[in-house]
C-alpha cells in the first residue's frame, strides 16, 4: 500500500503521495514527475485546440497561435488590468482574514456574542455571491468599493467560522500551563491563541484563494470597468475569442502564482511541524 | 497569619471541593514549610489533582481557608505572578516554539527583555542537562521524552518561583529516565531553597524526592504523614518498611467519591 502523508501544514489535510515526496525518490523526482505531467496536459490541449480551430471560425476556436499572441499583447498593453485584479484579490484577501479572525475570535472568546455573530455569519454564507453583486451596484458608486465590499461580504464568513473551530479545538492543557503564569488576557491572545490559529488561516486562504480569484473577475464583469474581469467583458463583447481564452491563461497563471505564494508562506510559517506518514 | 506567611508557604485548613453531591476533597488540612520537599501521595480518585488545581488557584475551594504563599491563589490569582509554577504530567510545550522560547515562555509573561529572557532561559536549561545550539533550536516534537520533560521543568524553574508545583512530571518516563530525572530535581531544589510539591501515585517517586510525604485517601484526607529523616532515604530496609505502610494506607476507599 501507498504511503499516505497527512500534511504538518494544514488540519486535517491529506495528501497521497503515491510514491511522491516522501516515499521513493524524494522530492525532486516527485517534482520532476508533477511538470512532466502538466506539461504533457497543456501540450494535449494545444493540439486539441489547434485540431478544433481548423474545423470552427476563429470566434468558437482560435487557433493557438492567435490566442498566444493576444496573451503577449494583453502583457505589454494591459498589464495594469493584472496588477489592479492581484491587487484588488489580495487587499480584500487580507482584509477579510482580518476582519474574520477578529468576528471568529468573538464568537469563540465572548460567549454571549456567540449566538448573534453566528447567526450573522450563517445568514451570510446563504447570500449568494450574484446577490452582493448587484447589491454592491446600487449601493456604492466607486468601483473599487464594489469589487471590495462583494469580495469582503463573501470571504469573511471562511475565516470567521474556521476561526471559531480553531479557537474552540484549543488544547485544554495548553490553556492551564499558559494559566499558570498568570499572563493578562492580552498575553494569552497573543502568546497561545494566535499562533494557534495560524494554521486555521492558512487552511482558509489556501482553500479560498481559487475561488477569491474567480469571483473578483466576476465582480470586476458585473460592477466596474477595470481589472481583468472587465477586460475579459469586453473582448466577449467583441467576438474576440482569443482575448477571452488569453484573459483565461493569464488568470490561470496568476492564480497558480497567489498559490505558489501562499504555499511558501505556508512552508515559511508552519516549520515546526512533523511530516506524519500513514501506511 | 504572619507566621503562615514566613514559615508555612502552603496552608489547607478544613478544606473542602465539591462538584454537585460529590466531594472531591474533603476536610482536608496541611500545610507545607518553605524549603520542603513534599509528596502528596495517592491512587487515582483520591483527590490529589483536584488540591494541586486548588493550590494553583484555577478553582476556588466550596469552603475552608486555602493559603499560598500568603495568598488567596483563586481570589488573589494574578497577584501570585512569578511565585508558583507548575511542571505537569505531559510536558504541554507549545508546538510552535523551540526549546529555548518554551523555557522563556514563564519570562516572556513576566515582561523580561529579551536579551535577559534568552540568557536565563538558557541558564535554566543547562540546570536541566540540555545544552547545546542545536538543541536550543530544536521544536518540542524533535527532542526524546526525557528531554521534553526536562524541557518543561525548567520552563517552570526559570521564573524563579518560590513554590513548584509538580504534577504527575515523571510518570510517564522510563524507570532509568524518571530515576535521573528525579534525583536532578529534587537535587536543583534542593540546592535553590525552592518549595516542591510532588503529586504523584508512585512510592518510589515519593520516597526519593520528598523531605515529607502526605499520603491521601478519597476524598483527600491525609491518612500517613510521613517526615523521611535525611540519613534513611537509602536505607534499602527502612525504605522497605515505608513502603509497605504507605501501601496501606493507600489502600484505603480511593476510588469512589463520597456522595452527600
Redesign the interface.
Known amino acids: 500500500m501507498e504511503p499516505t502523508v497527512i500534511s504538518p501544514k494544514t488540519p486535517g489535510a491529506v495528501i497521497p503521495t503515491a510514491g511522491g515526496a516522501s516515499a521513493k525518490g524524494g522530492p525532486v523526482r516527485f517534482w520532476a514527475r508533477e511538470l512532466l505531467a502538466n506539461a504533457v496536459v497543456i501540450v494535449a490541449l494545444v493540439i486539441a485546440m489547434e485540431v478544433w480551430s481548423r474545423h470552427v471560425p476563429p470566434f468558437i476556436m482560435p487557433p493557438p497561435q492567435r490566442t498566444f499572441n493576444a496573451m503577449i499583447s494583453a502583457l505589454q498593453n494591459d498589464y495594469i488590468h493584472i496588477a489592479l485584479t492581484i491587487a484588488r484579490l489580495l487587499v480584500a484577501v487580507f482584509a477579510a482574514l482580518l476582519i474574520g479572525t477578529l468576528i471568529g475570535a468573538a464568537m469563540a472568546l465572548i460567549r454571549p456574542l456567540e449566538p448573534y455573530l453566528r447567526s450573522i455569519v450563517v445568514i451570510d454564507t446563504g447570500v449568494p455571491a450574484l446577490s452582493w453583486m448587484l447589491f454592491a451596484i446600487f449601493w456604492f458608486e466607486q468601483a473599487e468599493a464594489r469589487v471590495f465590499f462583494i469580495l469582503l461580504m463573501i470571504l469573511v464568513p471562511f475565516y470567521a467560522l474556521n476561526v471559531f473551530d480553531g479557537i474552540r479545538a484549543l488544547s485544554r492543557d495548553l490553556v492551564e500551563m499558559v494559566e499558570t503564569f498568570r499572563p493578562s488576557r492580552l498575553q494569552v491572545l497573543r502568546l497561545l491563541v494566535g499562533p494557534h490559529i495560524v494554521p486555521y488561516l492558512l487552511m482558509t486562504t489556501k482553500a479560498i484563494i481559487g475561488y477569491a480569484t474567480r469571483m473578483t473577475v466576476f465582480a470586476e464583469l458585473v460592477s466596474v470597468s477595470s481589472g481583468m474581469g472587465a477586460r475579459m467583458g469586453a473582448a466577449q463583447s467583441t467576438f474576440a475569442m482569443d482575448g477571452v481564452l488569453a484573459w483565461t491563461i493569464i488568470l490561470v497563471i496568476a492564480n497558480l502564482l497567489i498559490q505558489g505564494l501562499v504555499q511558501g508562506l505556508e512552508s515559511l510559517l508552519l516549520r515546526y511541524r512533523p511530516e506524519v506518514e500513514v501506511r | 497569619m504572619t507566621a503562615e506567611v514566613s514559615t508555612d508557604i502552603i496552608v489547607l485548613d478544613k478544606v473542602d471541593k465539591r462538584f454537585g453531591p460529590n466531594y472531591a476533597v474533603q476536610d482536608l488540612s496541611f500545610t507545607v514549610k518553605r524549603g520542603q520537599i513534599v509528596a502528596l501521595l495517592g491512587r487515582t480518585g483520591a483527590g490529589k489533582s483536584t488540591a494541586l488545581h486548588l493550590m494553583?488557584g484555577?478553582m476556588p475551594p466550596t469552603s475552608g481557608r486555602l493559603i499560598v504563599d500568603g495568598l488567596d491563589p483563586f481570589r488573589e490569582?494574578?497577584k501570585?505572578?512569578?511565585k508558583?509554577?507548575?511542571s505537569?504530567q505531559?510536558d504541554?510545550l507549545?508546538?510552535?516554539?523551540?526549546t529555548l522560547e518554551n523555557v522563556a515562555?514563564?519570562l516572556?509573561?513576566?515582561g523580561i527583555g529579551a536579551v535577559e529572557r534568552r540568557r536565563r532561559a538558557e541558564e535554566w536549561l543547562a540546570n536541566v542537562k540540555i545544552t547545546g545550539a542545536e538543541n536550543l533550536a530544536k521544536?518540542p516534537?524533535?527532542l526524546s521524552g526525557g528531554m521534553r520533560q526536562r524541557a518543561s521543568l525548567a520552563r517552570?524553574l526559570a521564573?524563579d518561583p518560590n513554590l513548584l508545583l509538580l504534577d504527575e512530571s515523571f510518570s510517564q518516563l522510563d524507570h532509568v529516565t524518571s530515576h535521573a530525572l528525579r534525583t536532578d530535581v529534587a537535587e536543583l531544589v534542593r540546592r535553590l531553597s525552592k518549595t516542591c510539591v510532588l503529586i504523584t501515585h508512585r512510592i518510589d517517586d515519593a520516597l526519593e524526592m520528598a523531605d515529607r510525604v502526605l499520603v491521601l485517601t478519597a476524598p483527600a484526607k491525609v491518612a500517613y504523614d510521613l517526615e523521611v529523616p535525611p540519613g534513611l532515604r537509602h536505607d534499602k530496609a527502612w525504605l522497605t518498611e515505608q513502603e509497605r505502610l504507605i501501601a496501606g494506607a493507600m489502600s484505603g476507599p480511593a476510588e469512589q467519591p463520597r456522595v452527600t
Open positions: 494553583m484555577v490569582f494574578k501570585l505572578r512569578g508558583l509554577a507548575v505537569f505531559t504541554r507549545l508546538p510552535w516554539r523551540t515562555l514563564g516572556q509573561i513576566l521544536y516534537h524533535e517552570a521564573v
